[in-house]
């Protein structure tokens, strides 16, 4: 931990020469002058010191009790400028395998907490099966005969048991068969997709492993790493490809460990998940795939019409 020089060890060690002088000249914000010995004495500086003490080679100088603490102030980084990230690449081993730059216009976009729900409420929609069913009046099945004579019984008239004030009847204005899902523009899926990975990227949950690569099936391989990481609850694998089936078979009775190929990662697994791991070729292909775009056509990217020898014959002997 930093420290700055206090003005009581300054006060303290003003009588002695273990101090140089030229360092305390640049420390004291006072314009009182010290005396260092005979007929020794100098004026220090108006201004406040920025020089900062950090424990090293010279720590041994001054008591460290006498030091007074105190924290720096980190700066804060900004989300949403669209810079490239570089982050550090490893493995299940944690070994380096190198560094791996984030495109700024997929990992640090600007985080918007009305795309992601717009997102989720799409995808949850979308995924109901839609196969709720109640039976119509036609629909019930029973006998069809009146239950009752028109007239003469004091009662309301009726004139079928299929009805739905009757027990076992039918099911008035009840849900049908159909599709819950509603429309959500596709630069509006990829937006919220970007979103996600930039919130998790500037958290500092998004790790990028080099492969998936497995010594053997045994599920502790898994709980091993899973213990060497802090703070983490729930995990994402992303694997680009296909699953391998050393991952799949490692991690399928660990709840807390799921794994998807690149084509099917979502926005709602994301948030479902507080560490997202994804390997090279994962983030690859999630890049190329959130950043591909139709190109726009003009008039002149338009092909001129084409006239074939026939044509030509045809009109000229129509000429003629």
């Known amino acids: 931990m930093a420290m700055f020089i206090s003005r009581k060890l300054v006060r303290s060690f003003a009588s002695s020469n273990s101090i140089p002088k030229n360092a305390l000249r640049y420390c004291l914000p006072?314009?009182?002058?010290?005396?260092?010995?005979?007929?020794?004495?100098?004026?220090?500086?108006?201004?406040l010191s920025t020089s900062i003490l950090?424990?090293?080679?010279?720590?041994?100088?001054?008591?460290?009790?006498?030091?007074?603490?105190?924290?720096?102030?980190?700066?804060?980084?900004?989300?949403?400028?669209?810079?490239?990230?570089?982050?550090?690449?490893?493995?299940f081993q944690n070994e380096d395998k190198g560094m791996i730059v984030l495109p700024g216009?997929?990992?640090?976009?600007?985080?918007?907490?009305?795309?992601?729900?717009?997102?989720?409420?799409?995808?949850?929609?979308?995924?109901?099966?839609?196969?709720?069913?109640?039976?119509?009046?036609?629909?019930?099945?029973?006998?069809?005969?009146?239950?009752?004579?028109?007239?003469?019984?004091?009662?309301?008239r009726h004139g079928t048991l299929h009805s739905n004030q009757f027990r076992g009847g039918a099911i008035m204005h009840g849900p049908k068969p159909r599709s819950h899902a509603i429309k959500l523009n596709k630069k509006v899926r990829k937006l919220g997709l970007k979103i996600a990975l930039s919130?998790?990227?500037a958290e500092g949950k998004l790790h990028v492993f080099d492969d998936f690569e497995m010594p053997s099936h045994k599920t502790k391989n898994i709980v091993n790493w899973v213990k060497q990481m802090e703070n983490c609850k729930k995990f994402l694998l992303v694997d680009g490809g296909p699953i391998e089936e050393k991952l799949k078979l490692s991690t399928q009775n660990l709840y807390y460990v799921n794994v998807l190929p690149s084509i099917g990662l979502n926005v709602y697994s994301i948030l479902l998940h507080?560490?997202?791991?994804?390997?090279?070729?994962?983030?690859d292909m999630i890049v190329n795939r959130v950043m591909v775009t139709k190109p726009d056509l003009s008039i002149q990217d338009c092909p001129a019409p084409q006239l074939y020898e026939a044509d030509i014959k045809g009109g000229s002997a129509e000429e003629s």
């Open 105 to 156: 216009d997929v990992f640090d976009v600007p985080i918007r907490k009305d795309i992601v729900q717009r997102v989720v409420r799409w995808q949850l929609a979308k995924r109901q099966q839609g196969t709720h069913s109640t039976k119509t009046i036609s629909e019930v099945s029973g006998t069809g005969r009146k239950p009752w004579p028109q007239k003469g019984t004091g009662r309301a």
């Open 199 to 201: 919130a998790y990227a």
């Open 54 to 91: 950090t424990p090293g080679a010279d720590e041994n100088q001054f008591p460290r009790h006498m030091l007074s603490k105190k924290t720096v102030p980190t700066l804060e980084v900004e989300i949403g400028l669209k810079k490239d990230k570089l982050i550090p690449v490893t493995n």
């Open 30 to 47: 006072s314009t009182e002058s010290f005396a260092f010995g005979k007929n020794e004495s100098f004026l220090p500086c108006q201004r």
């Open 274 to 283: 507080d560490t997202l791991v994804m390997s090279r070729s994962a983030v």
